[in-house]
C-alpha cells in the first residue's frame, strides 16, 4: 500500500491534470517514474503559434527550493525547446502558485 505521502502527491497531481485538460489540453502523467517531470501537457491545435509543450513538476509542501527543485527540469525544457513550470499548493487555504520557469 502507497504511503500518505505518495498518495497525497499523486492526488495533486491528478488535480494539476484535470486542471490543464479542462483548458483544452492533452495532460500525460508520469505516475511514480521519479521522472524530470510529473506531468507532461500538450497544447490544443489552436494554439499553433507556439505549440511548445510544457514540462509541469508539482510539489505538494509548504517548502519549495526553486532554484534546486528546477534545476534539472530547466536544463531539459532548455535542450528541447520546451516550457517548464514548478506549481505548488504551498497551503490549503492560498490557490496554486505557479513559477514559469522558461517563457
Known amino acids: 500500500m502507497p504511503n500518505k505521502n505518495y498518495v497525497k502527491g499523486a492526488n495533486f497531481e491528478r488535480q494539476v491534470k484535470k486542471q490543464y485538460e479542462e483548458i483544452g489540453y492533452l495532460v500525460v502523467r508520469t505516475a511514480g517514474s ?55 499548493k504551498q497551503n490549503k487555504k492560498l490557490p496554486l502558485v505557479t513559477w514559469i520557469v522558461k517563457e
Request: with cysteine; aromatic share 8%.
Open 34 to 88: 521519479h521522472g524530470v517531470a510529473d506531468l507532461v501537457a500538450f497544447p490544443p491545435l489552436r494554439n499553433v503559434k507556439e505549440w511548445n509543450p510544457i514540462l509541469i513538476q508539482c510539489k505538494n509542501t509548504k517548502k519549495v527550493y526553486l532554484p534546486d527543485d528546477m534545476k534539472e527540469l530547466k536544463s531539459i525544457a532548455d535542450r528541447y525547446g520546451l516550457r517548464a513550470v514548478l506549481i505548488s
